[in-house]
């Protein structure tokens, strides 16, 4: 929690745009679906916006973003899954009247941080903290994720996004010969909100300073 405090007070504070999504999945193992708990998570994407014409905003900058999964085992076993991530995104996003927008955006980020946790029977008290790596070559290396967003300006921003990839590799071998993941089959999608605080959707017109009357 401490961590992710830390991470508010310098998005609002030096980027002054945040992110906050729930993540929903579906996953099976060996054909087998698993129960799936919708994730909940921020991203801070530092962003920059330049204004268009007729009513276009494009954007380009980066985005840090906190991913993973939750589900249950055929045990009861609850394991979260999540990853640090960072990559570019960009999108062009459109004005509707005097307070839409309407946009279509994305980011390609890489996976530098992965950690996986286990709550045996379900109990957080009983938690065991399995695998916390750097650069792990237990996940993909890359998310793709497109997003399509609505909201209005200079206000909240509602969107939905897709992972294009996978969570797991599938071809990790450990140290036994096994190959973990092979079984696994994960779609992803999330539903979030951002705010836009300091990046506005305004006119390109330039406003011309008035000429001092020199004239006696």
Do not use: C
Request: charged share 25%.
């Amino acid at each position: 929690m401490k961590k992710i405090s830390v991470l508010i007070v310098i998005a609002f504070l030096f980027v002054g745009n945040l992110q906050a999504q729930l993540t929903f999945s579906t996953v099976t193992y060996d054909g087998e679906e698993l129960n799936e708990i919708p994730r909940y998570s921020w991203g801070i994407p530092i962003e920059k916006k330049v204004k268009g014409k007729k009513e276009v905003l494009f954007t380009y900058g980066a985005t840090i973003n906190n991913l993973g999964i939750i589900f249950e085992n055929t045990a009861g076993d609850r394991h979260k899954h999540r990853t640090w991530s960072i990559g570019p995104s960009g999108g062009i996003h459109f004005g509707l009247g005097k307070s839409l927008i309407l946009g279509a955006s994305g980011t390609v980020s890489y996976n530098f941080h992965y950690k996986h946790k286990i709550f045996p029977n379900g109990e957080r008290k009983d938690k065991i903290k399995n695998v916390q790596e750097w650069f792990s070559d237990k996940v993909e290396p890359f998310n793709i994720i497109p997003r399509f967003s609505i909201g209005l300006r200079d206000k909240f921003v509602l969107y939905g996004e897709y992972y294009l990839t996978g969570l797991f590799n599938k071809n990790y071998t450990d140290d036994n010969g096994f190959k973990p993941f092979e079984g696994f089959e994960i779609t992803r999608f999330n539903i979030g909100i951002s705010t836009d605080l300091n990046n506005k959707f305004v006119s390109n017109e330039k406003i011309l300073e008035p000429e001092n009357d020199v004239s006696l």
